[in-house]
């Protein structure tokens, strides 16, 4: 397996694999690998001959008063783990690489609609960062699917969408959540959760799958089931941000003949911000 710092290791090796016709498959990721990432490096096995997992904590998606600084980093440790994966190359470049002109003159790619509510309302600037860095490195990699986790679904969805809008010859794959025994979504911030918190945290996803078995069951008061499951969380000890259903294609409201939801959540959890979803088909 390759690790590529510079934009010329990178390509050297992607002209070699375009040589040999070689698709071309790409995993973005801000490292601190865990289960989830590894998962999609698996599913991007099956599109693609190749594998490219970008590791890059990209500081215009963070905003002032967020992780950036503390956003675990552990490059060696995750080339020790993507060692045992089906990746052929880690991308891991540096600020300069990816924002040649420097971060103030930085080219910004705005998807909007989709991104106003939800996580974009309660970080603002977030999604136009992580669209911005994610039209950088198709750029750089040029890939023929990339992968991302339906945990960050409103992320996704933008991607999407800048993908079609923009006619760029990419397929978007997204990859199912990975969650622990006990139902809690992967995340690398789940570490920021003390063990008290960690014991609360499923809770989410078990409220989660409580309003998917109301929607299953016929159940059409969203309203009623957002403010129930709001009522519970907080009861719970959650400060919740956000719980609503959505239309899964496009997050708009829901009528009540709508056969593809998704239910969205996040929450504080002591020192760390929770995002969770299950889409539900009826
Ligand atoms: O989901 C993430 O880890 C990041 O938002 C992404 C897609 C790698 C862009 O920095």
């Avoid at 490096?41 to 904590?57: D, G, W």
């Avoid at 023929?144 to 969408?161: M, T, V």
């Avoid at 570490?191 to 499923?202: F, G, K, M, T």
Wanted: charge should be negative; aromatic fraction near 6%.
């Amino acid at each position: 397996m390759t690790v590529a710092t510079t934009k010329q290791e990178l390509k050297e090796k992607l002209i070699e694999w375009r040589q040999q016709d070689h698709h071309v498959a790409l995993v973005p990721t801000m490292g601190n690998l865990h289960a989830g990432h590894l998962s999609l490096v698996e599913l991007a096995r099956e599109s693609a001959e190749k594998v490219v997992i970008s590791i890059f904590v990209n500081p215009t998606q963070f905003g002032k008063d967020e992780d950036f600084d503390e956003y675990p980093r552990n490059l060696k440790l995750d080339i020790q783990r993507l060692k045992e994966s089906t990746a052929d190359l880690i991308f891991a470049p540096n600020v300069e690489t990816m924002y040649p002109l420097g971060l103030e003159n930085a080219t910004s790619i705005l998807v909007p609609k989709i991104t106003e509510n939800f996580c974009g309302a309660s970080r603002p600037g977030h999604f136009d960062g992580v669209t911005s860095v994610v039209a950088r490195l198709f750029t750089l990699v040029q890939p023929d699917a990339a992968i991302f986790g339906q945990k960050d679904y409103q992320q996704q969805l933008a991607i999407r969408h800048m993908s079609l809008d923009l006619n760029l010859p990419i397929k978007i794959i997204t990859g199912k959540t990975m969650r622990e025994d006990d139902g809690l979504a992967m995340s690398s911030r789940n570490q920021y959760l003390s063990d008290d918190e960690r014991v609360n945290a499923p809770m989410l996803y078990e409220v989660l799958s409580d309003t998917a078995e109301r929607l299953q069951s016929g159940c059409r008061d969203y309203k009623e089931q957002e403010s129930r499951s709001i009522k519970v969380l907080s009861d719970a000890g959650f400060s919740v941000e956000y719980f609503s259903i959505r239309r899964a294609q496009n997050l708009k409201a829901p009528d009540r003949d709508c056969d593809e939801l998704v239910v969205l959540v996040a929450v504080k959890l002591g020192n760390a911000r929770l995002i969770d979803n299950v889409v539900v088909t009826i």
